[in-house]
């Protein structure tokens, strides 16, 4: 019988937050065979306020840096064989991936980085369609084509799906290879030198381990302090509207304008949304949401690029946390350079659902192996923070 988790005095490995990332970690653990214990410290395991469920499900190959679309497409197989690999006791989960594909349109100024990005994309098998005017007219005749030169469209492996699903069903297949999950939350670590040798939780416990990975999400900035570790990772609020609209439209696509605003089909309506400009995104833990960001900023910009949105109707609108790296807003894998034994899996600023099954499973190779087996994903280790040598992604959205 697996040990209650509330009597846990000791473990392999603490995997520091429950949400989509430490699920993923859990779960490449015990799938892979890991001949030790596991134990996930998650304070809120309805995920009410968490990142995963607020998050609008997006899965792309179309990125710059060839890590994150390697990532991505594991992302995307690892979606396509989730009801075979996360069943329990036969039964399989319904992710619900709609693959529709994301379709980046570009002004004349952005047409050559969006042809390099191309090349590249397809050159790591992403099946990504280059259009030019005549070809977006063609395939997506309800376009408005003001002010733009091309796109690029992605065919296949690209689309969204049920978040919070994914998240759940990787946490439930952890659980019965063998993984425990504790309700607390980690307000200490206790470091020598080199090592973390305990964590410390709100209700008093003292967890010895043999590895700890923060996987805290948002809060990440926040966990390694503890360890006196400045890790540059921070809650930036993000909100998606949803509208209806009664022309019919076919299947659009996943669709982001030049000027940042994206939208997509949801259910029988569509939902939407714009990243902040850098000085108006400060670090933000509240999810009220702005309503004259809809009035002022997305409905004039959704109306001039679909003449059908001239007429939609707002119903509702959440808000969630990107946990945005602000060095590079790419993601940070891999231990800590002096405290071994502390590895990272933060700072996705928004690709965390897609990049999850690629960071669970890289996480547990460095665990197991002591090294990346699959992807090298060393680019992305803690070095670069302390260098401040940032990794620039064009897909940022």
Request: negative net charge.
């Given at each position: 019988?697996?040990?209650?988790?509330?009597?846990?005095?000791?473990?392999?490995?603490?995997?520091?937050?429950?949400?989509?990332?430490?699920?993923?970690?859990?779960?490449?653990?015990?799938?892979?065979?890991?001949?030790?214990?596991?134990?996930?410290?998650?304070?809120?395991?309805?995920?009410?306020?968490?990142?995963?469920?607020?998050?609008?499900?997006?899965?792309?190959?179309?990125?710059?840096?060839?890590?994150?679309?390697?990532?991505?497409?594991?992302?995307?197989?690892?979606?396509?064989?989730?009801?075979?690999?996360?069943?329990?006791?036969?039964?399989?989960?319904?992710?619900?991936?709609?693959?529709?594909?994301?379709?980046?349109?570009?002004?004349?100024?952005?047409?050559?980085?969006?042809?390099?990005?191309?090349?590249?994309?397809?050159?790591?098998?992403?099946?990504?369609?280059?259009?030019?005017?005549?070809g977006l007219a063609?395939?997506?005749?309800?376009?408005?084509?003001?002010?733009?030169?091309?796109?690029?469209?992605?065919?296949?492996?690209?689309?969204?799906?049920?978040?919070?699903?994914?998240?759940?069903?990787?946490?439930?297949?952890?659980?019965?290879?063998?993984?425990?999950?504790?309700?607390d939350r980690v307000?200490?670590?206790?470091?020598?030198?080199?090592?973390?040798?305990?964590?410390?939780?709100?209700?008093?416990?003292?967890?010895?381990?043999?590895?700890?990975?923060?996987?805290?999400?948002?809060?990440?900035?926040?966990?390694?302090?503890?360890?006196?570790?400045?890790?540059?990772?921070?809650?930036?609020?993000?909100?998606?509207?949803?509208?209806?609209?009664?022309?019919?439209?076919?299947?659009?696509?996943?669709?982001?304008?030049?000027?940042?605003?994206?939208?997509?089909?949801?259910?029988?309506?569509?939902?939407?949304?714009?990243?902040?400009?850098?000085?108006?995104d400060p670090d933000?833990?509240?999810?009220?949401?702005?309503?004259?960001?809809?009035?002022?900023?997305?409905?004039?910009?959704?109306?001039?690029?679909?003449?059908?949105?001239?007429?939609?109707?707002?119903?509702?609108?959440?808000?969630?946390?990107?946990?945005?790296?602000?060095?590079?807003?790419?993601?940070?894998?891999?231990?800590?350079?002096?405290?071994?034994?502390?590895?990272?899996?933060?700072?996705?600023?928004?690709?965390?659902?897609?990049?999850?099954?690629?960071?669970?499973?890289?996480?547990?190779?460095?665990?197991?192996?002591?090294?990346?087996?699959?992807?090298?994903?060393?680019?992305?280790?803690?070095?670069?923070?302390?260098?401040?040598?940032?990794?620039?992604?064009?897909?940022?959205?």
């Amino acid at each position: 019988m697996p040990q209650d988790p509330d009597d846990v005095t000791q473990a392999d490995v603490v995997v520091i937050g429950g949400g989509v990332i430490g699920c993923a970690i859990a779960f490449h653990l015990m799938e892979g065979g890991f001949d030790g214990s596991v134990l996930v410290i998650e304070p809120d395991p309805s995920f009410a306020a968490g990142s995963t469920g607020r998050s609008a499900g997006g899965l792309r190959q179309q990125f710059s840096l060839v890590e994150n679309i390697r990532m991505s497409r594991y992302g995307v197989e690892f979606v396509r064989e989730a009801p075979a690999r996360l069943a329990v006791d036969g039964d399989a989960p319904d992710l619900a991936f709609r693959e529709q594909g994301y379709l980046f349109l570009a002004t004349e100024e952005a047409m050559p980085a969006l042809a390099e990005n191309h090349a590249l994309q397809v050159a790591e098998g992403a099946r990504i369609a280059a259009l030019d005017r005549d070809g977006l007219a063609a395939r997506f005749p309800w376009l408005a084509l003001d002010g733009l030169a091309g796109g690029a469209f992605g065919e296949a492996g690209e689309g969204w799906l049920d978040p919070y699903g994914l998240m759940q069903a990787l946490r439930r297949k952890a659980r019965a290879l063998g993984a425990r999950f504790l309700q607390d939350r980690v307000v200490g670590l206790v470091r020598t030198a080199g090592r973390i040798e305990a964590v410390e939780t709100e209700a008093g416990r003292r967890v010895a381990c043999g590895a700890v990975v923060n996987a805290a999400g948002a809060a990440a900035g926040r966990v390694a302090a503890l360890a006196g570790i400045d890790l540059p990772v921070a809650p930036k609020k993000r909100q998606v509207f949803v509208f209806d609209c009664r022309a019919e439209l076919g299947r659009p696509p996943l669709t982001i304008d030049p000027t940042g605003v994206y939208f997509r089909p949801e259910g029988a309506g569509f939902i939407c949304g714009k990243s902040p400009e850098p000085e108006d995104d400060p670090d933000c833990w509240d999810v009220e949401v702005d309503y004259a960001l809809f009035d002022e900023v997305l409905w004039p910009i959704l109306a001039a690029r679909v003449p059908a949105f001239e007429a939609i109707r707002l119903q509702s609108a959440w808000a969630g946390h990107y946990e945005v790296n602000a060095l590079d807003h790419n993601a940070v894998i891999g231990p800590h350079p002096e405290v071994r034994n502390f590895l990272f899996a933060n700072g996705f600023s928004g690709h965390g659902l897609q990049q999850a099954p690629a960071a669970g499973r890289a996480i547990a190779e460095l665990i197991e192996t002591g090294g990346f087996r699959t992807l090298d994903l060393s680019r992305f280790g803690y070095a670069r923070i302390a260098d401040n040598r940032p990794l620039f992604e064009r897909g940022i959205v």
